[in-house]
């Protein structure tokens, strides 16, 4: 199964949710709920796993279009633009992060 990077996004955001979710209902708070959080957060790390999603993509702003492009990308998937060399800095950063975006 293969995933396209919005696909994958969308999961990367749920399954944080679903940590999120899982902290606040198994929280220290509630000892009694230790070994339901525990196979949960278990079942959750291996549905992460199968997924193999791996870390979100870096990105950089394209110059031209200002649509979002790969770090490493060589040509603006949406323009064609021939991208620059990414650098340290600024760009380093996720276009969303940046002020003015």
Known sequence: ?????????VLRRLLGEIDRELGALFGPARPEGALASATLRASCAR????????????????PAC???????????G??????P????GADAAPPSARSGT
């Open 85 to 88: 060399p990414a650098s340290s």
């Open 1 to 9: 199964m293969t995933l396209s990077d919005a696909e994958a996004a």
């Open 78 to 83: 949406n323009c064609w633009t021939t991208l």
């Open 66 to 76: 200002h649509r979002d492009c790969r770090r490493a990308a060589t040509l603006c």
């Open 47 to 62: 549905l992460i796993g199968v997924l193999a999603l791996g870390p979100a993509p870096e990105l950089r702003a394209c």
